[in-house]
């Protein structure tokens, strides 16, 4: 009698797709210790048994451009991502990532709730926190302890914890440059404070970060010249890892700033990265040509077709260069629950969504954050850099019928009033 081989884990009956090309197939994948040991139907038993009966069996997705590393401390298991099929995240984007933090904790969207008690002591809510102040609040909100303070020390964070997928992150510049800069940031950074920055740099790659993103739209990567970033770069290069950028787009976003042409971001990302012989990942990457109006197909394409000739032309250079895409025209931010989200920073400050909108009534308070949008304060909604996000922000859910799939724009030229004040 044929002896029978037991497996940790067999999922039967199953609809393979390998992500190979190659076509459909149905049959049985057993797994030990974490690998898959065999592929095909044969007698064979398991520990655990998952019938995948009319169920699509696949690798799982990897994300390549997640802000996912800065949640995983607190929800470790990761359901969102898992849900999705993810089992890879590649964080650390745009500048961003919760570490370094030894000097200072710099502000995430996930611990946004947490500053609550700051913005009812101080009645603002700080760009950066003291690690000792926020640990507590940490503490309270998510019940994890923040107790990591460089790269080293969060990738042990989560490897002692356990996180529900692989996570692969690149340093952020930005978190870097807080930590040298602090409230300073809005200049570019002497040699002496770029060796330090290098220090906190050479720490993250030891540590095994993939390479180093920057944040050329957000502050306080904005203010980096090309001296700082190169000089960084040379330390990615001899660890041979990888720049990731949010290209500079727009740049500062104030009244008073001289707007750019898109493409020159792209151009200063592959320059960039041509000077410092480093493989390049231009992260959600879009035509570097304003189109007006927005919805002309036929100038969309050839804007995006100008666009990737410019990568092309570096890639027969010889760069090594990468993109992904967000798959709509509107980006992220404007992909929120409601209208109020671009201004979650001034809801907390009020105390509640309830208080904030009472707030809007002071004629004065009002004024002044019309002013703010106006002006290109407010990095979520702004007119300055975007004339057409009015247009491209649709109403899904309401509770009036009439503006239900409408935009913003077609609803407040109804109403007789600008987006803004509408």
């Known amino acids: 009698m044929k002896e029978l081989t037991l497996h940790e884990l067999i999922i039967k009956n199953g609809r393979i797709v390998d992500g190979t090309g190659r076509d459909i197939f149905f049959t049985d994948i057993a797994v030990n210790n974490g690998r898959i040991s065999h592929i095909g139907k044969s007698e064979i038993e398991a520990v655990l048994e998952i019938d995948a009966q009319g169920m699509v069996v696949a690798p799982g997705f990897i994300d390549i451009h997640s802000h996912g590393d800065v949640s995983a401390p607190y929800y470790r298991y990761m359901q969102s991502s898992l849900m999705q099929g993810v089992t890879t995240l590649v964080g650390g984007q745009c500048g961003y990532m919760p570490a370094p933090?030894?000097?200072?904790?710099?502000?995430?969207?996930?611990?946004?709730?947490?500053?609550?008690?700051?913005?009812?002591?101080?009645?603002?809510?700080?760009?950066?926190?003291?690690?000792?102040?926020?640990?507590?609040?940490?503490?309270?909100?998510?019940?994890?302890?923040?107790?990591?303070?460089?790269?080293?020390?969060?990738?042990?964070?989560?490897?002692?914890?356990?996180?529900?997928?692989?996570?692969?992150?690149?340093?952020?510049?930005?978190?870097?440059?807080?930590?040298?800069?602090?409230?300073?940031?809005?200049?570019?950074?002497?040699?002496?404070?770029?060796?330090?920055?290098?220090?906190?740099?050479?720490?993250?790659?030891?540590?095994?970060?993939?390479?180093?993103?920057?944040?050329?739209?957000?502050?306080?990567?904005?203010?980096?010249?090309?001296?700082?970033?190169?000089?960084?770069?040379?330390?990615?290069?001899?660890?041979?890892?990888?720049?990731?950028?949010?290209?500079?787009?727009?740049?500062?976003r104030t009244a008073n700033a001289s707007r750019r042409s898109r493409i020159d971001g792209i151009v200063e990302a592959l320059e960039l990265a041509a000077e410092a012989e480093v493989q390049l990942q231009i992260s959600h990457l879009m035509t570097g040509y304003e189109i007006y109006p927005s919805d002309n197909d036929v100038l969309s394409v050839c804007s995006a077709d100008e666009t990737l000739a410019m990568i092309d032309a570096y890639r027969k250079r010889g760069l090594t260069v990468y993109h992904d895409v967000i798959p709509n025209i509107t980006g992220g931010i404007l992909l929120a629950p409601d209208l109020g989200m671009p201004f979650l920073k001034q809801m907390l400050e009020c105390g509640s969504r309830g208080a904030f909108a009472e707030k809007l009534h002071d004629v004065s308070y009002l004024e002044a954050l019309k002013k703010n949008v106006t002006t290109g304060s407010i990095y979520d909604v702004n007119p300055l850099i975007d004339p057409e996000w009015d247009a491209r922000c649709t109403i899904l859910s309401c509770k009036f019928d009439d503006y239900y799939k409408r935009s913003l724009r077609d609803i407040s030229a109804e109403l007789d009033m600008d987006s803004v004040s509408g």
């Open 101 to 252: 933090c030894d000097r200072y904790w710099t502000s995430q969207f996930i611990e946004m709730e947490c500053l609550q008690k700051f913005a009812d002591e101080l009645g603002v809510i700080p760009e950066l926190g003291l690690p000792e102040s926020m640990a507590p609040l940490i503490k309270e909100r998510f019940g994890v302890d923040f107790d990591w303070r460089d790269f080293a020390g969060y990738v042990r964070k989560l490897r002692v914890q356990g996180i529900g997928v692989n996570i692969m992150a690149f340093a952020g510049h930005g978190a870097i440059r807080s930590q040298v800069l602090d409230y300073d940031y809005k200049r570019p950074a002497i040699d002496t404070e770029i060796s330090a920055m290098n220090e906190y740099l050479e720490e993250a790659m030891a540590a095994g970060a993939c390479g180093m993103s920057v944040g050329f739209d957000y502050a306080p990567g904005m203010y980096a010249d090309r001296h700082e970033i190169l000089k960084l770069l040379a330390t990615v290069k001899r660890y041979g890892g990888i720049f990731a950028t949010h290209w500079r787009r727009t740049g500062e």
